[in-house]
């Protein structure tokens, strides 16, 4: 099996920003994207999604280095600030580079 | 007590002692829809026989109402409780829209009572549902111009938000149905009403109580923000309901619909218009505070002030 190297950027977030955030990663170079609907906790509080405006997701991209970064980027300036954000970066194995 | 209350008072104990009891997501999201379309279609099958005369100016003194509401609560938050002007805002937006679950009840308390109402209220509700959202964002945004409010991607979260395009469609199908052709779904969206407004009060109820900590985080100025104002606001509605001439059941339903908060379209709305508003401050005094208290004891306090205001005004 041959990988090739990505990078997987994975922002868990309000759910608010859903439409926002696959608006912005498209604009931004990626492919693609996924996202689930989870629930959890921070410093903001517990998000238990127990109801609509309470609902928390985690958006998964990948991507080259430079569009991953860019995007991270764009999200630490533009919502970071206000809104719940948990946001990492992974380095990921590929099997067909020309999907992301 | 109406039984429907019971319910809501099981979850809300239920949560505050502690109880890990949720509905799945799914019942939760399919209760909220089958509410909003069997209020749209009951309304719509009423609408039929109305004359767009008397309709129609009653619709803009109800949106007048919609916007005059945080226009009062504005002020009082920023001097009484001493928050800032995007907190304000979006506090006087959530209190200037309204919660249709609180409605639903406001209804059944009526129905019960053999208490006769407009039923083409729900055409009010979808009315009073966006105009205070507007008007939270403006005073929370007036002269600042670093962030222009993006109002197209705004209006169609929620003019197209799933509580405005339910009503509305649901009032469509009823006035295009009729009486005789709502027949066939009667059994679903008549008779099972309040079976299914009490399933969601459970549901209401335990996340109302989810909130007990968020309310004793903000204090007694939240507290009495969120039961003065509905009182506030339901004075202000009766007013507004004896002149534009309703029965006495209307009056009820149009105090309610001014008391109450939006716990749905409004937190969305604005968490995307006023990021810099803090959500947990409006949600634990629409959801935590304003919505028990209306549903509990606002409804009867707010039929005994429209008879008081009725015999004052010698009806």
């Avoid at chain 2, 907190?87 to 409605?103: I, K």
């Avoid at chain 2, 335990?206 to 969120?226: C, S």
Wanted: net charge neutral.
């Amino acid at each position: 099996m041959q990988t090739h190297a990505k990078k997987l950027l994975v922002v868990i977030t309000e759910g608010a920003l859903e439409k926002l955030l696959a608006r912005d990663v498209r604009r931004l170079g990626a492919h693609g994207y996924t996202v689930s609907d989870v629930r959890g906790g921070g410093e903001r509080g517990e998000r238990a999604a127990d109801w609509e405006a309470d609902r928390s997701i985690r958006m998964e991209v990948i991507g080259d280095e430079a569009v991953i970064g860019t995007i991270a980027d764009h999200i630490l300036a533009t919502y970071c600030p206000n809104y719940a954000v948990s946001m990492y970066v992974a380095d990921c194995g590929v099997l067909r580079p020309h999907k992301f | 007590m109406d039984v429907v209350v019971l319910f809501f008072l099981l979850g809300l104990g239920a949560r505050l002692a502690g109880s890990d009891l949720r509905l799945p997501e799914s019942l939760y999201e399919a209760l909220s829809i089958f509410l909003l379309l069997a209020i749209g279609i009951k309304g719509g099958v009423e609408l039929a026989g109305q004359p767009l005369a008397i309709v129609g100016p009653q619709a803009v003194a109800v949106i007048a109402l919609g916007i005059l509401i945080p226009l009062i609560a504005f002020p009082i938050l920023r001097s009484l409780g001493r928050l800032n002007r995007f907190d304000a805002g979006a506090l006087a937006a959530h209190y200037g829209s309204v919660s249709v679950v609180t409605f639903a009840v406001a209804i059944t308390f009526l129905t019960s009572r053999g208490i006769d109402y407009e039923a083409y209220f729900p055409v009010f509700v979808v009315m009073m549902e966006a105009p205070a959202i507007v008007v939270g964002i403006v005073l929370a945004r007036r002269g600042a111009t670093d962030k222009p409010v993006a109002w197209g991607a705004l209006a169609h979260e929620v003019l197209l938000g799933k509580s405005i395009v339910l009503l509305l469609g649901g009032l469509a199908i009823g006035w295009i149905a009729g009486p005789s052709g709502i027949v066939p779904v009667k059994a679903l969206f008549t008779d099972l009403f309040k079976g299914v407004l009490a399933l969601f009060l459970l549901e209401m109820g335990l996340v109302a109580g989810g909130r007990a900590g968020e309310i004793r985080r903000y204090g007694v100025f939240l507290v009495a923000f969120g039961i003065g104002m509905p009182v506030l606001s339901a004075a202000i509605g009766i007013a507004f309901a004896l002149a534009m001439g309703l029965s006495p059941g209307g009056i009820v339903l149009l105090a309610t619909l001014a008391a109450s908060a939006s716990y749905i379209a409004a937190p969305a709305a604005l968490r995307i218009a006023l990021p810099e508003a803090n959500p947990g401050l409006s949600i634990a005094a629409s959801l935590g505070i304003t919505f028990p208290f209306n549903i509990t004891l606002g409804i009867p306090l707010y039929s005994q002030m429209a008879g008081w205001a009725a015999a004052l005004g010698g009806h």
